[in-house]
Every structure is written in C-alpha cells, then in structure tokens.
C-alpha cells in the first residue's frame, strides 16, 4: 500500500512541475509587464491620460488700447462672453445643433446652413466662436442648462470685445473689427502671420481704419492654458499647478501696444455734434505748425460695436444705403468740386506767375461772355469794380473767370498740386481717394477730347473737374497758413508697450517749403481774414469772433441744374454743397479747419459755423487747460446762430 502512495505522489509531483514552472513564468511575465508599464512607461502613459483630460485653451491676448493726443482712451477693451462649439463633442448633427442653439438662444442665425459648413471645416477638437457677447439672459440659459445632452460641445469662454468709447463719433477713424475670412487664413503660414501673430478660425481683425491700419501693433500675441475637461468636453476647471504636466500647455498671452493719436478728443466731439442728424458731410482740424490732425468728422456714422456680432438685416440695409454711405470715410474718401473755397489758391497762384499784381480790377456786372456763352457770378447785380482783395472777401465769381483765363489750367494744376490737391497723404490709409487736378494732358488721355478756354473759367472758381478731399481743404489751408509751407498731415502720435514702457515714434515726412513772395502772402491772407471779419464779408454774420481773428473763405458748389432745383425746391439732396476754410488766428496761426456739408446751400450759414464752433473750442482749452480734461459736456457746446444773410 505504501509502495503504491509513493509510487502515485511521484508520478504527480512529475506532472506538477511543468505546470509549476509555467506558472511561475506567467507571474514573471507579468510582472516584467507591470513594471514595463508602470515604471518604464509610467510617465508616458501618465502624459497620454492627462492629455485626454486636459485640453488647451486658447487665451486671446488684450488688445493695445487708441488713446488721443492728451492720453484719453477712445477705444478699449471690455469683457465678452462668448459662444463656443467644438465639433468633437457634438451629439447631434452639425445642423440640427446649430438650429438647435439658434432657437434656445435666439441667436437670430439668417443662414444656419453657411454655419453649419464652418463648423464642419474647423478642426473638430479645435473650439470655434459661433457668436460674441453673449446677453445675460443667454448666459443664464447656457447655465441652466448645463445637463442637457442638447448643449454637448457648446461652451462659454470669457474674453474680450473692443468698447468705442465715443460710440458712432470718430467710428470711420477708429475703424472695427471682424471675424478674419477663411481665405485670409489660408494666406497666412500655418496659422500666422509674418510677425508671429497667431490667427484662428473665429479670430478677430481689424478691418478698417486704425485698427486695420495698425493691426500689426495693436494685437497682441495669443497664448494658451491648460484646462480640465469633462467626457462631453466642457471645461471642468482651469489646472492650478500647470508646471507639474509632464508637458507645458502654458504660453502667457503678451498685450497689444497702446496707439496715442494726434486727435483732440473734445475737438472730435465738438465737431461731430455740430452736424444735425439730418446733415452729411465731413470735418477736419488739423495743427498748423506740426501738421497734426486734431479732429476728423464724418456724417453719417456707425456704431463700430454692431460689428462684434453678425449684422442684423435693419443694421445691413442701413450701411449700404446708396444714398447716405454711412460707411464711406468722407474726410478722405468724400470728392468735392471745391468751390470758391478754392479761390485763394488761384488769387496766390496767379501772383506769383506774375499774371496779375494786387491792384488787378475787373468790372463784375453780374456775367462775362466767352463767344456766345455766358458764365454767371452768383451775385446777379455784379459787384461793380472788384479788387483782388474784395475778391476773396465778396467771392466774385467773374473777377476769377478773368484771372482763370490768364493763369491757363495747366500752371493753376501746378500750383494746386503742390498745395497738396490731387494726391493721396502719406496717412497710409487704405480707403484714402486722390482726387483729381484737371489739366489739358489729363483731359486728352483720359477723354479723348482737347480742353476747351470755358472750362479753365469754371476750373477758376472750384467747378468743372476738379474734385477734392475735405482732408485735402484743411491742407492746402494749413499749407497758405504756414506761409508756403506744406507740412504733411500726421495721425499717429506714439506707440507704446504698457507692459515695458518701450516707445515707438513713427516717423514724419519732410515738409515741403515753397518760396513765396511774404508780400503776395500777405494780400492773400489779408482778404481770407476780411472775409470773416470785414462787413461784407461772406462768413461775417456766421463765423466772427470778437476776440479772435479769424481767416477763411466759404464756397457753394451746385450740384444739379439751376433747372431742376428750381422744379424741386424742397428736395435736399438737389441743394447745392455748403463749404468753408479757416485758419486762427489770422497772423502766428495754430489751428485749421475745413468743412463740407453736403447740401447745406450757402458755405457761410451752413458749413462756417461749424469751423467757428471747434475753432472757439481749440482756443477756450488754451486759456483754460484745467478744463481739458474730460470730454466736451453736450450741453454747453457752441450753438450755430441762425442769422439772416449771408451768401456763398
């Protein structure tokens, strides 16, 4: 019995070996297996599961702020919250979320569809901005509605809108944002432009004025922050302690650079609130001795803030009107025929050809003949025996027929070209317009056809072909207040870092000095001062400061056939253009303004008052600076008189 024990352990010790060994095999395998994954490849595994739970979000930098000459801010930055969808996280599909987030939010969505496809081509784990500056009442719905499978792949993100702090007033300067076009992304290498800039689908970017024109400093650079996610990808929470991530997801955003303007806040304003809301045309005040410009008024405006979200149809209509333009800068993309206003520069021009001398006289009885046709003054009666110096004063129209015919259009474009008409600044703005200076050349290459001796007689008093920028006026104004001297018009004062203090100083052309004779200056400016303050003068009654000398020149230009203005006497838009030139004081001049008011009819009731408001405004912060400091109170701005009188 025993035999047989021994016999039967034996034989199953044998059997049991094998599989001992095996086992023992299997533990080894698996623990080189554990200790291959949790010490070998621990960190690596570590850093794969972290990055499932942990997404990178991305932190718009600040945009630099747009300050005016003193340090005031114009435009800024404000908190925003916003609507996000990441496409990864969507349960639905595309569409029907969008219609979906449409209807809870009321987002007013004209084409879902065209959304639909955007969201399609963004990178589906990569979050897009579908709408900005979310109500509080959608916030709260968002909120309230966070368990809802409906909401999965939506999300809130707090950044930043820009705030206009003077709302429609100075908006064509400012400019305004826009979410950045696919095809402007595709332009850009991998996501950026050639400063470093970092550009998404979704970002924002200046589209025009300033904030076009100086993209490149104004935004910053974008940065990112690691963030905890849920399964459905809503943030959960932002990750404290981002230095112990096997992997650096942290990039701080760096602020954009603070543009300081050479505009005069109080001056813009004052400007803007001297048009009515019925009235259009432009403003422009620019700094006699540096060639700053102080304000720059065109109406009608924006609101620059409606640009953040998708434009409403009412919004839409009203910015492509084609009679108002509310979106065309007139300052620098309005064309005017100037007018009498250009009548100093072709009194100076003709003097300094020698065709005339100062006591050059015409007998204006009210018309003059060339051949068979007729060219009229606007005063009907005549002025009688005109000089020069009444000329300007009484803006005789055929005192200027007579001195056109003698100066030639071609030596007249000569004198204008280099006052700075005709020819775009060296602003670098974009929607800038040149303008035109008609010359005999000019006519026969682009029409085909000679000039004729009658259109150097209409060209003589601002009418015809040439067509001019109320930028344009207040240059050549300055250029006759300097004395010959064409400084070129400035915008940007300095550009600084508000993190480091680093400065930037862009830098000025050189200004252009004629040489003129002082003596023939003198008539000019003599007869522009007498214009507003001799009796008789056009702007007497509209324009006149007791305690300011003022010199200017007003203009009318017809836009429609004496004929059918007669037919509609009450139709605005038939009415001829109001314009006015100015500069104070009459001699040591600091300030130059030029005014058009489309359809104002007389350049003395219904553009000089204007000129006259900013220019008394200029002069009371100089003798009171304390008073300087804050924007213009609505209530006590200069009122336009209404006095009966006046022509031209």
Known sequence: MAIYKHADLTDL?????????????????????????????????????DRNRISKQWVPALRGNILDREGRLLVSNKPSFDLLVTRAYLKTEILDAVRFINTFLDLDLEDPEVLARKIQRNNRFKPLTIRRDLSREQLALVESHRLDDRLDGFDIEVSHIREYRL???????????????????ERMDVETTVDGRKYRLGSTLGKFGLEAMLESYLKGVDGTLPVEVDARGRVHEEIRFASILPFNMTEEPQHGLDVFTTIDLDLELTGYQTFTPEETGALVALHVPSG????????????????????????????????LKPLTDRCV?????????????????????????????????????????????????????????????????????????LLGVDALASWAKRFGLGQRSPLNLNHER???????????????????????????????????????????????????TLIPPHLIKKIVSNTNGFEISPPRSEPQRMKLSAHNLNVVIEAMGAVVNQPGGTA???????DLPIAG????????????????????????????????????????????????????????????????????????????????????????????????
């Not at 908006?171 to 992304?185: C, K, T």
């Not at 720059?296 to 209509?317: E, G, I, N, Y």
């Not at 007497?540 to 007791?546: G, N, S």
């Open 434 to 484: 040149s303008g035109l200076v008609p010359s005999s050349a000019w006519k026969e290459k682009a029409l085909k056809i000679p000039w004729q001796k009658g259109e150097t007689l209409i060209t003589a008093i601002g009418q015809g072909f040439t067509l001019v920028s109320p930028l344009q006026l207040a240059l050549m104004t300055a250029t006759i207040a300097n004395r010959g």
């Open 292 to 323: 700053d410009i102080l304000a720059m008024v065109s109406r009608p405006s924006f609101d620059p803030h409606q640009f953040s979200k998708p434009l409403s149809k009412a919004a839409w209509k009203y910015l492509n009107d084609a009679a």
């Open 167 to 185: 709302g429609e007033a100075g908006a064509h300067l400012w400019g305004y944002l826009g979410e950045i076009s696919e095809l402007q992304l």
């Open 540 to 546: 007497y009654w509209f324009c006149r400061l007791p």
């Open 553 to 648: 020149k007003t203009g009318t230009v017809q836009v429609v056939r004496k004929a059918i203005q007669k037919e509609f006497p009450k139709e605005r838009k038939y009415k001829d253009h109001a314009l006015f030139i100015a500069f104070a004081p009459v001699h040591d001049p600091e300030l130059a303004v030029a005014v058009v008011v489309e359809h104002g009819e007389h350049g003395s009731s219904g553009a000089s008052p204007k000129a006259k408001a900013v220019i008394e405004r200029y002069f009371a912060k100089q003798r009171d600076r304390s008073g300087a400091r804050g924007p213009v109170d609505p209530g006590h701005l200069p009122v336009t008189l209404s006095i009966p009188g006046g022509q031209r």
């Open 13 to 49: 010790k044998k059997r049991l070996t094998p599989l001992g060994i095996f086992i023992v095999f299997c533990l080894v395998v698996l623990v080189a297996r554990l200790f291959y994954l949790q010490i070998v490849m621990g960190n690596d595994y570590r850093t794969w599961s």
């Open 333 to 405: 993309a309005g064309l005017y025929s100037p007018g009498s206003t250009y009548k100093p520069l072709v009194a100076l021009a003709a003097l300094e050809a020698g065709v005339i001398d100062e006591h050059f006289s015409v007998d204006c009885k009210g018309e003059i003949y060339l051949g068979n046709h007729s060219f009229g003054c606007w005063k009907k009666g005549g002025h009688g025996v005109v000089s020069l110096h009444n000329a300007i004063c009484q803006s005789c129209d055929v005192w200027f027929y007579r001195v056109g015919a």
